[in-house]
């Protein structure tokens, strides 16, 4: 995906030619389930606005796909599993395979990083 200065020469450079081809040009593109073609017009215009100077709040901190707000809550599934989304986890920049100790106090539940230090807040 062009970003910047990239970004604006390649708008320039393509002139005038449809939005889907505009956003598909600068790579702004992801593939669905079904393996089909999704155009991602929101992130194209959000780049093509920071490019040209202007930045539309938090630079994304605190949200989730499709930019929804995160709401920092979980919920027990029917499983019995607590899920901490995908979201929370880029955010934290976690791995697949990354391992956490499970500290419970009296209303809460801490995640420490094996071989990390317990920080108390």
């Known amino acids: ?3 910047g200065s990239d970004l604006l020469a390649k ?3 393509l002139g005038d030619v449809s939005k889907s081809d505009l956003v598909r040009s ?3 593109v992801s593939t669905k389930k079904d393996g089909g073609e999704r155009l991602n017009f929101t992130a194209f215009y959000e780049a093509l606005l920071e490019a040209k100077g202007l930045s539309l709040g938090n630079d994304g901190v605190g949200r989730g796909k499709g930019g929804r707000k995160l709401s920092y809550t979980a919920t027990v ?7 901490v989304g995908k979201a929370y986890t880029a955010m934290l ?5 990354d391992e956490f100790e499970i500290k419970l106090g009296r209303k809460q539940v801490r995640l420490i990083p094996v071989g990390g230090e317990d920080e108390e807040e």
């Open 11 to 13: 708008v320039k450079e």
């Open 26 to 28: 600068c790579g702004y």
């Open 77 to 83: 599934q029917g499983n019995g599993n607590l899920l």
């Open 1 to 3: 995906m062009l970003t």
């Open 93 to 97: 920049d976690l791995k697949p395979g």
